[in-house]
Nanobody
């Protein structure tokens, strides 16, 4: 059974950095499209970044240059490095995995990121 467990969220000051982790089990991340989404207070869930099975990455415009998605195949873990954080980055961040052959998707439980002074 596929499980995604996020960690690394917390409270950070504006301009600070965080690294989120998504540890996967029951699947092999390098064969999936892996992504990070976020949902801010009163907002819809939105795509932050994704990495394909081929290693290609894509980012939402507001995150380009500040966020970096990567994966460690040996640890079966996906990361989201977030720099120059802004209060508007405050959200619950979710890990997502999509099987490229079936299109079936899986979600983690989310990790809260709060950017505030």
């Amino acid at each position: 059974q596929v499980q995604l467990v996020e960690s690394g969220g917390g409270l950070v000051q504006p301009g600070g950095s965080l690294r989120l982790s998504c540890a996967a089990s029951g699947m092999i991340i390098r064969t999936y499209v892996m992504a990070w989404y976020r949902q801010g207070p009163g907002k819809q869930r939105e795509l932050v970044a994704l990495i394909t099975s081929g290693g290609n990455t894509n980012y939402a415009d507001s995150m380009k240059g500040r966020f970096t998605i990567s994966r460690d195949n040996a640890k079966n873990t996906v990361y989201l490095f977030m720099n120059t954080l802004k209060p508007e980055d405050t959200a619950v961040y979710y890990c997502n995995a999509v099987a490229p052959t079936t299109g079936r998707g899986y979600w983690g439980q989310g990790t809260q990121v709060t950017v505030s002074s």
